[in-house]
């Protein structure tokens, strides 16, 4: 089993920035990928970052892309979201999500999450 916890949430405003982590713990030795999601109210989880566990080909959604870097702390077992320029659609729940290697498209363990709300 591998446990994720996530931090770093919080009230921002439009233009700010922040850094979310995620604390992974237990068998990380078993993890492929590392995955950052998000659901807003009343819309379905998507996808946001991913990045490899040895920290190499982070991947994008559209929607973040050239705001967001995603990146790892091998030292430290966590990952981070760098948050840039928020907007209030970025207002969500951010989940922190592990794959194993023999995974296909999804991912095996989850943390709780962390709220962040961007206000106008």
């Known amino acids: 089993q591998v446990q994720l916890v996530e931090s770093g949430g919080g009230l921002v405003q439009a233009g700010d920035s922040l850094r979310l982590s995620c604390a992974a713990s237990g068998r990380t030795s078993s993890v492929y990928k590392m995955g950052w999601f998000r659901q807003a109210p009343g819309k379905e989880r998507e996808f946001v970052a991913s990045i490899s566990w040895s920290g190499g080909s982070p991947l994008y959604s559209d929607s973040v892309k050239d705001r967001f870097t995603i990146s790892r702390d091998m030292a430290k077992n966590t990952v981070y979201l760098q948050m840039n320029s928020l907007k209030a659609e970025d207002t969500a729940v951010y989940y922190c999500?592990?794959?194993?290697?023999?995974?296909?498209?999804?991912?095996?363990?989850w943390g709780r999450g962390t709220q962040v709300t961007v206000s106008t």
């Open positions: 999500a592990a794959r194993r290697p023999v995974t296909v498209g999804t991912y095996d363990y």
